[in-house]
């Protein structure tokens, strides 16, 4: 996400997904959420400031979608 200031807000910094951990950046605290394919939400994640590891080891390869801030990212894994 790239604020009007040219301020980076959250960035997945590794994809697709190849060691079950979503590695993000985020330049201030915030709630994210995963969603499958179905719009379904699987789980709830906090970010803080600075670098985050976000566990998903538990789904199954595929196309997942990570909402944060009302903007939505795909993201793929292909291995735990």
């Known amino acids: ?3 009007s200031n040219g301020e980076v807000l ?14 993000a ?9 995963l969603l ?8 709830q994640l906090n970010l803080h400031a600075g670098y985050n ?3 998903v080891s538990a789904y199954a390869k ?9 903007n939505v990212y795909k993201v793929m894994i292909v291995g735990n």
Do not use: D, H, W
């Open 10 to 23: 959250f960035k997945i910094i590794q994809q697709p997904i190849q060691n079950g951990i979503i590695q």
């Open 62 to 70: 595929g196309v997942y979608y990570l909402k944060a801030e009302n």
């Open 36 to 43: 499958n394919q179905q719009g379904q939400v699987l789980q």
């Open 25 to 33: 950046k985020s330049s201030r605290a915030m709630q994210t959420v």
């Open 1 to 3: 996400i790239l604020m």
């Open 53 to 55: 590891e976000l566990p």
